[in-house]
């Protein structure tokens, strides 16, 4: 498969960076994907470039003010859609079973799912890591077609940071979550991903591609993280 170059936007982005980003040149063997805020989803639909959302509600309809559902994302022409970011779980208490329930509806309506996981600083310092990861692709995935989803391994301590684990680290992961789905599953990382650190994230065996926060509201930068993960 193609590997993933997902761009984050958070709540960040604007017109004007939408059309920077007309000028993304494809390159072989990636697949860059734009997850600007939901309000630019329409932008998109006349570009040539994927695009996916940053969350989405469980019910396709109803009395949600504020929400989004799957139905309406992939009507806008969505293809992918980010759940469980850590910054949606503290700030939201959205938990496992909530990303499940978005994760379940957003592959009814033929969107793919870029389902988050990661550990804190703490459970990575005290060696609890591998359990708090296991218990998050459990309850998260749970009956979940495993070809249907990516996961995407953003441990939080990296998160706009600066620090990122080292490969072998990543590695250790990547094993670890094939023990887990096995390797029908891509598996990404996210966590202070730039033009600089991303040449050495795509010689880790078993990576499908990467979740880009803050470098990938540069469409130069973006770019020559995209040309890192050339085929
Ligand atoms: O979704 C993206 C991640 O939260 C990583 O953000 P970052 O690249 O700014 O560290």
Wanted: net charge neutral; aromatic share 6%.
């Amino acid at each position: 498969m193609k590997r993933l170059i997902i761009a984050n936007w958070k709540m960040n982005g604007s017109i004007h960076l939408i059309q920077e980003f007309r000028s993304l040149k494809k390159i072989p063997g990636t697949e860059a994907i734009i997850c600007p805020p939901a309000c630019y989803l329409p932008l998109f639909s006349d570009t040539l470039m994927k695009f996916g959302a940053q969350n989405c509600h469980h019910a396709n309809n109803g009395a949600f003010t504020g929400e989004i559902s799957a139905l309406h994302l992939k009507e806008l022409g969505c293809t992918y859609v980010i759940l469980g970011h850590s910054e949606r779980r503290t700030q939201f208490n959205e938990t496992d079973s909530v990303v499940n329930h978005k994760a379940a509806k957003a592959i009814e309506h033929g969107l793919t799912p870029i389902i988050c996981i990661g550990e804190t600083y703490a459970e990575r310092h005290e060696n609890r890591f591998e359990q708090a990861l296991l218990s998050q692709i459990d309850r998260s995935t749970h009956g979940l077609p495993r070809h249907q989803y990516v996961i995407a391994y953003e441990p939080i301590w990296s998160i706009g940071t600066g620090l990122v684990p080292t490969s072998n680290d990543i590695q250790t992961v990547i094993n670890l979550i094939q023990q887990r789905l096995g390797t029908h599953t891509p598996i990404i990382y996210g966590g202070s991903v730039n033009d600089k650190n991303a040449a050495d994230l795509s010689n880790i065996p078993g990576l499908n591609g990467i979740l880009v926060g803050g470098a990938s509201l540069n469409v130069t930068t973006f770019q020559s993280i995209i040309d890192a993960f050339q085929a």
